[in-house]
């Protein structure tokens, strides 16, 4: 993971940790890493989701709602919820 | 007839074979080549796992890992980061065919009927364990084993750590905290929040007395006559290839 990317933690009510890496060009998102201690089946789908959340426009909340529970709905998440990764990722958005 | 799975008793390895090993067997079921098998394993040198999701870099202190001669491996589960001390903790896997009609399809589910081997092991040996979702075991309140699962096509993978002695102050060394101010906070947090069968029982206990009443909690919890097994020619050399191409690897190690 490259060092110039920002962070942001979003602490899931009940005690799991999402934590987002992203960097931001020209208001797009260029890069994005989520990480954290949650559960997510099949495991290797984390990285179809930030391929697709790549080249979003940060304030694009609509997308990226659009995005999450299409996404989630033919996934397993366990220990956090849909909700919990928009807020994650709205977190690290709001300090591009 | 009562269903016989194959127990491939305590052994010792490296992070990098101990989570092939697990893999190699979990392929192995899904191709209907092996049989369900529960094994139970220590590491040396003493490791810290983390989480398929986790990134290495922001959640372990290389440096002092380095220091302190621990090894750091990815798992293939999700969850969260775990010291596995060679003196203080044992490890089980349980890996099961997906169409065996013990394991409920349902996840949380399925993490209550597993951990229920641990809860009954534990109870073997005097303690008063309950399972507490989403996949926890806690004894008086504090949680004594931490338990992680995966699901490939045909075959289910739930592997946890059972605490015997711990030494939170050296687990915190190893991790890195997000807020160093509050470091102090968080170890006595964690040391109000997790204890060891050691610390409960108020006495040694060796490391074969748990694997067995593991063993017969297993048993009991799934209804099954566990045999001492051995790991197949086809799973010794999977596993072989899996830590050297995959776990020891810094493509992997660094994945995220």
Known sequence: ?96 | MIEEWRLIELTTNDAYMNMAIDEAILTMIQKGKSQNTIRFYRWNPSTVSIGYFQSLIDEVNVEACKKFNVDIVRRITGGGAVYHDYNGEVTYSVIVSRENPKIPEDILNSYNVLCNGIVLGLRKLNLNPAFKPINDIIVNGKKISGNAQTRKLNAVLQHGTILIDVDVEKMFNLLKVSDEKIKDKMISSVKERVTSIKKELGREVNFSEVAEALKEGFEEALNIKLSSGKLTEEEKALAEKLKIEKYSSKEWLYKR
């Open chain 1, 1 to 96: 993971m490259k060092k110039n990317l920002i962070k942001f933690e979003y602490k899931v009510p009940g005690g799991k940790l999402i934590k987002v890496f992203a960097s931001i060009k020209n208001g797009f998102i260029e890069e994005i890493k989520i990480t954290g201690d949650f559960f997510l089946h099949p495991e290797e789908s984390i990285e179809i989701l930030e391929e697709k959340l790549k080249g979003i426009k940060v304030d694009d909340e609509t997308k990226i709602r659009n995005i999450l529970n299409d996404f989630f709905s033919s996934k397993t998440l366990i220990g956090a919820t849909v909700e919990d990764f928009l807020s994650a990722l709205k977190g690290v958005l709001n300090k591009a």
